[in-house]
């Protein structure tokens, strides 16, 4: 759904992905208003090139950058440093498809779900409340 496009910059525009735009949709039925998850990590997606140059583990994810104290993501031991792989066994290419996995598990009112880290060289799977 695009959401801002810039009049004479050649096409630039901005969107929301639509799976985004389906559960906040869904969202607004159920609840009245928008809800969404909170995690408590701010993290990156992780490619091929940023992967070699890093000399990390895994060749996707998402990269957790920074845990915010007392989230449930801290409660659950994530670090940063952290690589999530997985979600419930969905695997990670990106962000967005982290937050499309919570909000989905949060609008069945599910409020854990697994998740799959890769710290250093070994992998855990950890239970995460939200």
Known sequence: ???AIIA???????AVPI???????????RFGR???PRLGIFGTDINK????????PVEKGVLVVKVLPGSPADDAGIRQGDIIT???DEELSSIVQLKV?????FIEGNRAFDLTIVRGRTRYRIKVSI
């Open 1 to 3: 759904m695009n959401t």
């Open 19 to 29: 799976n985004l735009v389906k559960l906040t949709i869904d969202e607004i039925l």
């Open 8 to 14: 004479g910059a050649q096409g630039i525009g901005f």
């Open 34 to 36: 928008v809800v969404r």
């Open 101 to 105: 996995h919570m909000t989905r598990k």
């Open 86 to 88: 997985a979600i419930d």
């Open 49 to 56: 090139p940023l992967a070699r140059y890093f000399r990390l």
